[in-house]
T-cell receptor
Framework: AQKVTQAQTEISVVEKEDVTLDCVYETRDTTYYLFWYKQPPSGELVFLIRRNSFDEQNEISGRYSWNFQKSTSSFNFTITASQVVDSAVYFCALIGKTGIYNQGGKLIFGQGTELSVKP | NAGVTQTPKFRVLKTGQSMTLLCAQDMNHEYMYWYRQDPGMGLRLIHYSVGEGTTAKGEVPDGYNVSRLKKQNFLLGLESAAPSQTSVYFC????????????????FGPGTRLTVL
């Protein structure tokens, strides 16, 4: 079975604090992709990053960074010097090459972490 | 490019009524998806399509039907709405899937908030 767990339901920080959103996944596939999406209060889902299972290099994009560790099946997301505009629900998701969804690319979503950044 | 658009944005139905949600994408993507988002449950796949004229069931297909008559459009139908179908519905599209490797990220529409009374 494939599963994505985001254990932190809600996180509240004060502006300029660093914050890490945790994501733990389960899959038996050796080939898979992990994603992070942002859902701001306006409701749309914004793609942030994709990482494939063969690339464990960390990635940094401005204030955002991602730490992928296959040994712990984790793909954590850190926001440095958080800002009020970072307030949103963040989803971690997985696509694995499994079963009947092989051709469909079914995204398995975690339950999301609601981040609130206060001024 | 408009990306992925959805109509309508909001809708209120009475139990037993029917309706169709329209999704359109202008990115020439082969793959299209319908998800529903419920509090505390993330997003769940309802149906998907791997190309024009094809559809397949996702994780929670009961009570819904879909059609993909044109590559750019993916319609989601509710034949007899039930209160359990109150949700936010998202359409998404992607250039490829896992099997295709890169460019398999899914792009989402703005969502349709549906309430069934």
């Amino acid at each position: 079975a494939q599963k994505v767990t985001q254990a932190q339901t809600e996180i509240s920080v004060v502006e300029k604090e660093d914050v890490t959103l945790d994501c733990v996944y389960e899959t038996r596939d050796t080939t898979y992709y992990l994603f992070w999406y942002k859902q701001p209060p306006s409701g749309e889902l914004v793609f942030l990053i994709r990482r494939n299972s063969f690339d464990e290099q960390n990635e940094i994009s401005g204030r955002y960074s991602w730490n992928f560790q296959k040994s712990t099946s984790s793909f954590n997301f850190t926001i440095t010097a958080s800002q009020v505009v970072d307030s949103a629900v963040y989803f971690c998701a997985l696509i694995g090459k499994t079963g009947i969804y092989n051709q469909g690319g079914k995204l398995i979503f975690g339950q999301g972490t609601e981040l609130s950044v206060k001024p | 490019n408009a990306g992925v658009t959805q109509t309508p944005k909001f809708r209120v139905l009475k139990t037993g009524q029917s309706m169709t949600l329209l999704c359109a994408q202008d990115m020439n993507h082969e793959y299209m998806y319908w998800y529903r988002q419920d509090p505390g449950m993330g997003l769940r796949l309802i149906h998907y399509s791997v190309g024009e004229g094809t559809t397949a069931k996702g994780e929670v297909p009961d009570g819904y039907n879909v059609s993909r008559l044109k590559k750019q459009n993916f319609l989601l139908g509710l034949e007899s709405a039930a209160p359990s179908q109150t949700s936010v519905y998202f359409c998404a599209s992607s250039y490829s899937t896992l099997a295709g490797g890169p460019n398999n990220e899914q792009f989402f529409g703005p969502g349709t908030r549906l309430t069934v009374l």
